[in-house]
T-cell receptor
Framework: GAGVSQSPSNKVTEKGKDVELRCDPI?????LYWYRQSLGQGLEFLIY????????KSGLPSDRFSAERTGGSVSTLTIQRTQQEDSAVYLC???????????FGSGTQLSVL | GQNIDQPTEMTATEGAIVQINCTYQTSGFNGLFWYQQHAGEAPTFLSYNVLDGLEEKGRFSSFLSRSKGYSYLLLKELQMKDSASYLC?????????????FGTGTRLLVSP
């Protein structure tokens, strides 16, 4: 596609439920990133993929968070047993090879009630 | 890790010039990026500095001093559409060459 696509754009869920957030990067971009942006906070790095492998998952806040990437393309971020503090905008970005400028999607606004 | 500091908020008038500062502390600096983010939208790339000096791109310029751990983004001939958050981000070879670490951003409000 022309840009990074994320779905859903908004997700409201109840505490304790699992959610899946999807990211479709720019075609041909081998690097994919997940960031989280809470109100009034900077972008917080979660995980980085190069191809289908994740050499850096140091930012995942707990074992409730996991991510995978398949076919060197689409990625899914899964949050299990959601908590209210998980409420944030989850941004996905891709880049051509990793380390260059990032192209961001519009994000998924997650609200945990 | 990195410490990245930016002012939280700035105001300026249409047509004026504004300078947004960013200071950082890294052990293995390998590049600094500026992004613009309008409310509710995705961040978009503005500039990249890895060597000392000024990079000019139209109304926007970015400066870097590696010895001082300092960068600024200069916006000239401000327009109302420049009202947005401006994010400074640093790449550090010692904490993962591939990832960018972002500051909390500077919210710029341009008034008529």
């Amino acid at each position: 596609g022309a840009g990074v696509s994320q779905s859903p754009s908004n997700k409201v869920t109840e505490k304790g439920k699992d959610v899946e957030l999807r990211c479709d990067p720019i075609s041909g971009h081998t690097a994919l990133y997940w960031y989280r942006q809470s109100l009034g906070q900077g972008l917080e790095f979660l995980i980085y993929f190069q191809g289908n492998s994740a050499p850096d998952k140091s930012g995942l806040p707990s074992d409730r968070f996991s991510a995978e990437r398949t076919g060197g393309s689409v990625s899914t971020l899964t949050i299990q047993r959601t908590q209210q503090e998980d409420s944030a905008v989850y941004l996905c970005a891709s880049s051509l090879g990793g380390g260059e400028k990032l192209f961001f999607g519009s994000g998924t606004q997650l609200s945990v009630l | 890790g990195q410490n990245i500091d930016q002012p939280t908020e700035m105001t300026a008038t249409e047509g004026a010039i504004v300078q947004i500062n960013c200071t950082y502390q890294t052990s293995g600096f390998n590049g600094l990026f500026w992004y613009q983010q309008h409310a509710g939208e995705a961040p978009t790339f503005l500039s990249y500095n890895v060597l000392d000096g000024l990079e000019e791109k139209g109304r926007f310029s970015s400066f870097l001093s590696r010895s001082k751990g300092y960068s600024y983004l200069l916006l000239k001939e401000l327009q109302m559409k420049d009202s947005a958050s401006y994010l400074c981000a640093v790449r550090d070879r010692n904490t993962g060459f591939q990832k960018l670490v972002f500051g909390t951003g500077t919210r710029l409000l341009v008034s008529p």
